[in-house]
């Protein structure tokens, strides 16, 4: 299967270092996979499409859902194409010249390893955003499709994206000297839309086998994926409980545990009290510090 090989040369104007573009998918409309001798981020604006996703050595192709809100980073080899999924969808397409890639990677490579165009993973890096994100990207959208295509507003935009998959919390011990699909995936949990989740999307975002993503999850941590999420779940439980007036059911279900009274044990077994205790405790604390 050959597979055609976009140039960014040859859609550019002079002075412009790249592309920004919005499409329109609509349903029957069908695309051949293609790659790229540049880097390409986007991001379903709205709707739902069809990421095609196919292997250039064989010619095998799978498909993968991606719903509004949903960000992907398309690296150079990475053969793809995609389709509207029950109705019309819009896209926003940021192609991007490799010399840029490369210095942020010189720069922030020690920050963003394994994450974004770095993934090392199989199939492209996906970040799930929150509607707080998917307004900002739409706010960087009206600004990059109104300003000149130069250098400076593609260095901010990247710096602002770059910013949304950061998290000052903590990994797990040991999983910084793992794989980078490892490390991805544990930086991925800081996020209730990927903690809710769960262990099915761990491994997914791995691009690896279930039974290897456990054994090498045990060798670097010590824990099971499934202990992992539960530990981001209630952790962002807690972070939810001291910072905002939620219910605390609706918190629950904001972090993918579902059923109140499990999250209730689990919550009492991990912080020795009820959500609702700690939630006073914590606020009282808060007070009395300020």
Same mark, same amino acid.
């Given at each position: 299967?050959?597979?055609?090989?976009?140039?960014?040369?040859?859609?550019?104007?002079?002075?412009?270092?790249?592309?920004?573009?919005?499409?329109?998918?609509?349903?029957?409309?069908?695309?051949?996979? /293609?790659? /790229?001798?540049?880097?390409?981020?986007?991001?379903?604006?709205?709707?739902?499409?069809? /990421?095609?996703?196919?292997?250039?050595?064989?010619?095998?192709?799978?498909?993968?859902?991606?719903?509004?809100?949903?960000?992907?980073?398309?690296?150079?080899?990475?053969?793809?194409?995609?389709?509207?999924?029950?109705?019309?969808?819009?896209?926003?397409?940021?192609?991007?010249?490799?010399?840029?890639?490369?210095?942020?990677?010189?720069?922030?490579?020690?920050?963003?390893?394994?994450?974004?165009?770095?993934?090392?993973?199989?199939?492209?890096?996906?970040?799930?955003?929150?509607?707080?994100?998917?307004?900002?990207?739409?706010?960087?959208?009206?600004?990059?499709?109104?300003?000149?295509?130069?250098?400076?507003?593609?260095?901010?935009?990247?710096?602002?994206?770059?910013?949304?998959? +950061?998290?000052?919390?903590?990994?797990?011990?040991?999983?910084?000297?793992?794989?980078?699909?490892?490390?991805?995936?544990?930086?991925?949990?800081?996020?209730?839309?990927?903690?809710?989740?769960?262990?099915?999307?761990?491994?997914?975002?791995?691009?690896?086998?279930?039974?290897?993503?456990?054994?090498? +999850?045990?060798?670097?941590?010590?824990?099971?994926?499934?202990?992992?999420?539960?530990?981001?779940?209630?952790?962002?439980?807690?972070?939810?409980?001291? +910072? +905002?007036?939620?219910?605390?059911?609706?918190?629950?279900?904001?972090?993918?545990?579902?059923?109140?009274?499990?999250?209730?044990?689990?919550?009492?077994?991990?912080?020795?009290?009820?959500?609702?205790?700690?939630?006073?405790?914590?606020?009282?604390?808060?007070?009395?510090?300020?």
């Amino acid at each position: 299967m050959v597979i055609p090989r976009l140039r960014l040369v040859d859609y550019l104007e002079d002075n412009e270092v790249f592309l920004w573009l919005r499409s329109r998918l609509v349903p029957g409309q069908r695309r051949a996979p /293609h790659c /790229h001798d540049f880097y390409e981020l986007f991001w379903v604006e709205q709707g739902t499409c069809v /990421h095609t996703l196919a292997d250039q050595s064989s010619g095998k192709q799978r498909d993968e859902v991606l719903p509004t809100g949903t960000l992907v980073f398309i690296r150079p080899d990475d053969a793809h194409c995609l389709r509207a999924r029950g109705g019309d969808c819009s896209i926003i397409n940021i192609a991007l010249p490799a010399a840029t890639v490369d210095f942020l990677a010189s720069r922030y490579g020690s920050v963003l390893s394994g994450q974004a165009f770095w993934s090392v993973a199989p199939d492209p890096a996906k970040v799930s955003l929150g509607s707080a994100d998917l307004r900002s990207l739409a706010a960087w959208s009206v600004r990059l499709e109104r300003a000149g295509r130069g250098q400076l507003v593609l260095d901010a935009f990247l710096l602002a994206v770059f910013g949304l998959l +950061t998290s000052d919390e903590p990994l797990p011990l040991g999983v910084e000297d793992g794989p980078a699909w490892l490390v991805e995936a544990c930086r991925s949990l800081h996020r209730p839309e990927r903690a809710r989740l769960g262990v099915r999307g761990f491994v997914a975002l791995s691009g690896c086998a279930p039974e290897h993503v456990s054994r090498v +999850t045990r060798r670097w941590t010590g824990k099971t994926p499934s202990d992992l999420v539960r530990e981001a779940r209630l952790r962002l439980a807690a972070g939810h409980l001291t +910072t +905002t007036d939620a219910a605390i059911a609706e918190i629950a279900a904001e972090v993918g545990l579902n059923n109140l009274s499990h999250f209730y044990r689990l919550f009492k077994e991990t912080y020795g009290m009820t959500p609702k205790a700690y939630r006073q405790q914590n606020r009282r604390d808060l007070v009395s510090s300020v």
